[in-house]
């Protein structure tokens, strides 16, 4: 009798481990373990171990870590310069009242004119002017708190970022986890923050020669050009604007940009840091030059897009300089170098500006 032939297997189960979608390693190639050498599976009601679990967290800012802490003491800080800037923006609402008071006694004047009568008037009382209405404390409080939350907010998201860089907080992380703060930590503050705060000096100073038609023509009202602010209520309300500022674009966008380069350093050839400075500077500067050409337009003037460009990059260039020293030094220290630069801002423009 001929041999029966035997039958192939179906050729998925020959395929090699790859072929499923797992690696190919020396793992699982070898034989399971027995019984009594594996893990014990979890008893019913039991928790399955979290291993997994916290690989896969996303957040690292949880009740008892450092993080934590970490954003409580900046949330702080933000809260301090968010009510710093009310005096600020007290008075800004109060210019803006009276420009719309005035603006509302011309219509109202036109309206009348337009419809003599008391009979035409009642006819067209849809049409009438609306009186503006006048600031109050609790509009003007939850303003500046609403920018206080949307800080909060990116901070928040910066920490996420920061823990998985090699860009730090220091200062913070020993302060807050029990140890002692020495000369060393305390030395960069006048080494790298005050040089890096008169170095700011430099493009803010441009920044300020050649904003003055733009402050003038577009950022303020027409009614209030001439309106002058105590240079104390314009510092104030500078660092409360920095802080919104070095958060957004040094505390967030610098290290999302290097944790990024980082990640893909070997398909993308550049440096990681200095990459990721870049980008975010690119990134600033693209989000003042968009919101300078959108206010112009909106005030119907017409500014050479050159000047734009250069106010946004004068503006912008603060990025590099602060994540520089957020690079090389810590959180901390380019914190107090932005705040510092940004709060001489008012008192160098109120010079410069006439």
Not at 9 to 30: F, L, Q, S
Not at 32 to 46: I, L, S
Not at 329 to 339: H, Q, R, W
């Amino acid at each position: 009798m001929a041999k029966k032939k035997k039958k192939k297997k179906p050729a998925g189960a020959r395929k090699p481990t790859y072929a499923k979608g797992k690696p190919v390693t020396p793992e699982t190639t070898r034989k399971k373990a027995p019984a009594a050498a594996q893990k014990p599976a979890a008893k019913a009601g039991e928790k399955a171990p979290a291993a997994t679990e916290e690989r896969q967290q996303w957040n690292l800012v949880r009740k008892g870590t450092l993080e934590v802490k970490v954003m409580w003491a900046l949330f702080a800080l933000i809260l301090l310069a968010a009510l710093a800037r009310y005096p600020l923006t007290a008075a800004e609402a109060d210019a803006q009242y009276n420009a719309a008071v005035k603006q509302y006694n011309k219509d109202v004047a036109a309206f009348e004119k337009k419809y003599p009568t008391e009979a035409e008037q009642k006819k067209h009382e849809k049409t009438r002017p609306k009186k503006p209405q006048e600031p109050t404390t609790n509009v003007i409080l939850v303003s500046v708190l609403f920018g206080a939350l949307q800080a909060a907010i990116f901070s928040f998201l910066g920490i996420n970022i920061i823990r998985r860089t090699d860009l730090g907080t220091p200062v913070l992380d020993t302060a807050l986890s029990g140890g002692r703060l020495g000369w060393p930590d305390f030395r960069p503050f006048l080494t790298w923050s005050l040089p890096a705060a008169a170095i700011m000096l430099g493009p803010l100073y441009l920044n300020a020669r050649i904003s003055e038609n733009l402050i003038n023509s577009v950022f303020k009202a027409t009614e209030t050009t001439e309106v002058k602010y105590p240079v104390w209520q314009q510092l104030l309300g500078s660092l409360n604007d920095s802080l919104f500022f070095i958060v957004l674009f040094v505390m967030v966008a610098v290290p999302a940009f290097i944790w990024l380069f980082l990640r893909y350093r070997d398909r993308v050839k550049v440096e990681p840091h200095w990459a990721g400075l870049g980008a975010a500077f690119l990134l600033a500067w693209g989000f003042i030059l968009l919101n300078v050409s959108s206010s112009t337009r909106s005030a119907g003037e017409k500014i050479a897009t050159s000047t734009q460009v250069l106010y946004a990059v004068a503006l912008a260039a603060p990025v590099i300089l602060l994540g520089y020293v957020f690079w090389k030094k810590g959180l901390e220290y380019s914190l107090l170098a932005g705040m510092l630069g940004f709060a001489l801002y008012p008192i160098m423009a109120s010079l410069v500006i006439k």
